[in-house]
């Protein structure tokens, strides 16, 4: 059924003058095939779940669009909150590739002869911005509509005189809960460029890892990342060069263990995103949050968060107390 004929005024409307850019903030968090979709005056929340111990979410803020309409049935936006609903990410991911991107030319790819490893980009690749044009080629536009609670979502898609439209079946999440981070009970919290946690996270694949530990501390080693797997172990080990790590603060020496596929899954956003902050509070609940340039110079997050092993006896946290820094949450 076509849901946009059968409701006057729409729950919600928004048109994107770049589909790639939203294909690419929601490939970033493409690590289980469902995502949780709430829809807010604010913008878009997409919520992905690994079984209650990692969580993706994307916010497409409504800057992002050239036009975005909230408009509740009872017509206060303030009080009303649409329920959530679920969707297949894959089916949408492949529906915005109707556009044209081309996968397997990813800049942020290793082959890119631009790329410098721990540096990443040489000067002459210049700054960069994740969706520019030259690197996505010439945009489309996409239209989003979601006509009532339990209706289709609806995407259109218009690129050089073709119009596609595609329906998403919409159901009842699986989840209801998100991974709660304790924000008034942060024990570490570090911001540093996303490219050298990815060469980091990268580097340590090499033993076939099972087990990724994060590990720091007011003196030194101040900030190491370690694996362990079959193959054996390894360290990869940061110092407190404010042109390294642009924010540390840690008052305590904090030890937290996760499953490395799960950091792993993370590596897209790592790969396309500028800075990462990294937090993690008194339970060992870790967040990833991921600072990515998107067009007109403005910013998008990213989010992951991740459920520690249970920490051994001695390697708790102690209380951190911090605040606001670079536009990242506190």
Not at 80 to 91: M, R
């Amino acid at each position: 059924m076509d849901a946009t004929n059968d409701h006057a005024t729409p729950l919600f409307s928004a048109v994107s003058g770049s589909g790639r850019q939203l294909y690419q903030l929601l490939r970033c968090i493409s690590i289980v095939s469902k995502a949780q979709v709430r829809i807010t005056k604010d913008g878009l929340h997409f919520t992905v779940d690994e079984s209650q111990v990692m969580q993706g979410i994307s916010f497409l803020d409504k800057a992002l669009f050239t036009a975005y309409t909230y408009s509740p049935q009872d017509g206060d936006e303030e009080e009303f909150e649409a329920p959530p609903f679920q969707i297949s990410l894959y089916s949408l991911l492949e529906t915005l590739q109707i556009l044209g991107i081309n996968d397997t030319k990813d800049r942020w790819s290793n082959r890119d002869p631009t790329y410098n490893g721990m540096n990443g980009f040489s000067s002459r690749a210049g700054p960069g911005v994740a969706f520019e044009n030259r690197v996505l080629g010439m945009n489309g536009i996409c239209r989003l509509s979601y006509a009532a609670v339990g209706e289709p979502l609806c995407i259109i898609l218009e690129e050089t005189g073709v119009t596609t439209t595609c329906e998403l079946v919409t159901y009842e999440p699986d989840f209801q809960r998100d991974i709660p981070l304790q924000k008034d009970a942060i024990a570490q919290k570090i911001i540093m460029r996303a490219s050298w946690l990815h060469d980091a996270i990268n580097e340590l694949s090499s033993t076939s890892p099972t087990r990724l530990t994060i590990v720091s501390s007011p003196t030194a080693p101040y900030f190491t990342i370690s694996s362990s797997g079959p193959l054996g172990s390894a360290t990869v080990e940061f110092s407190k060069d404010p042109q390294l790590l642009e924010t540390f603060q840690v008052p305590n020496r904090t030890v937290n263990t996760y499953k490395y596929s799960l950091i792993k899954g993370a590596s897209r956003a790592m790969a396309i995103a500028t800075k990462v902050s990294i937090r993690s509070d008194e339970q060992g609940v870790l967040s990833l949050q991921f600072m990515i340039e998107v067009e007109g110079g403005g910013f998008s997050f990213v989010d992951f968060r991740f459920v520690p092993f249970i920490l051994e006896e001695g390697e708790g946290e102690e209380e951190s107390e911090v605040g606001e820094v670079d536009g990242f949450e506190s």
